[in-house]
């Protein structure tokens, strides 16, 4: 009911056309020549939604949003890409440990100190085909490429999504969902922003600092 509620708050406030992507929606998005990748299948809901996000604004561009309450609307949001070095528009960062980075690479942790410059993913406006979109995309594909034959063997068993109170440690077992909860999102997209902050724009409305789940 809450999750449903967020979601009306949502549609009511935002004020832009909209598509909400479900699992019976998806698949006609996708590109003839850019299929979704082949582990798409065994995801959980989580990666999902993180493939999806990271693929529709790469080829499409536009904006995402979590299913999240919120107040402000977007409408006028797009005026801000008549500046050709804007590629991004989100909401700054307002913690250490909201930022992701990749825990196999100890010396990526220094982007949490650079919080303040970076923005979220969780509700952001995206210009298409920019080398950000792309790279991410990319990086995205080369984690599924790697972790392919144990999401084979272990696919998600669930719409939700796996090791959320454990975001920045290592999966010990090597008999279960082999992702971890930001892999394919959190930990490319901050290191990426900060490539690429001279092309971001920090006015995107936040959502509301509401309960959700």
């Given amino acids: 009911d809450n999750r449903l509620k967020a979601l009306n708050s949502l549609i009511n406030n935002l004020k832009v056309p909209y598509i909400i992507i479900t699992d019976k929606n998806y698949k006609s998005f996708e590109l003839k020549n850019k299929p979704f990748h082949k582990a798409f299948e065994y995801l959980s809901g989580n990666h999902k939604s993180d493939y999806l996000r990271a693929y529709l604004l790469n080829y499409?561009?536009?904006?995402?949003?979590?299913?999240?309450?919120?107040?402000?609307?977007?409408?006028?949001?797009?005026?801000?890409?008549?500046?050709?070095?804007?590629?991004?528009?989100?909401?700054?960062?307002?913690?250490?440990?909201?930022?992701?980075?990749?825990?196999?690479?100890?010396?990526?942790?220094?982007?949490?100190?650079?919080?303040?410059?970076?923005?979220?993913?969780?509700?952001?406006?995206?210009?298409?085909?920019?080398?950000?979109?792309?790279?991410?995309?990319?990086?995205?594909?080369?984690?599924?490429?790697y972790h392919y034959n144990n999401l084979i063997k272990y696919p998600s068993k669930k719409q939700g999504g796996y090791y959320a109170n454990r975001p920045f440690s290592k999966i010990k077992k090597s008999d279960e969902y082999p992702l971890r909860w930001l892999e394919i999102m959190g930990e490319i997209s901050h290191p990426l922003m900060y490539k690429y902050k001279t092309h971001l724009n920090f006015e995107l409305p936040d959502a509301l600092k509401k309960k959700y789940k």
Avoid: A
């Fill in 60 to 145: 499409y561009g536009g904006g995402y949003h979590d299913i999240k309450y919120r107040s402000k609307d977007w409408v006028g949001q797009w005026e801000s890409f008549s500046d050709d070095n804007i590629w991004i528009k989100t909401r700054r960062e307002t913690h250490p440990h909201h930022i992701g980075y990749d825990i196999d690479n100890p010396k990526s942790k220094i982007y949490q100190t650079k919080y303040n410059e970076l923005g979220t993913m969780g509700w952001v406006i995206c210009r298409p085909n920019t080398l950000y979109t792309k790279e991410l995309l990319f990086k995205i594909h080369k984690k599924l490429d």
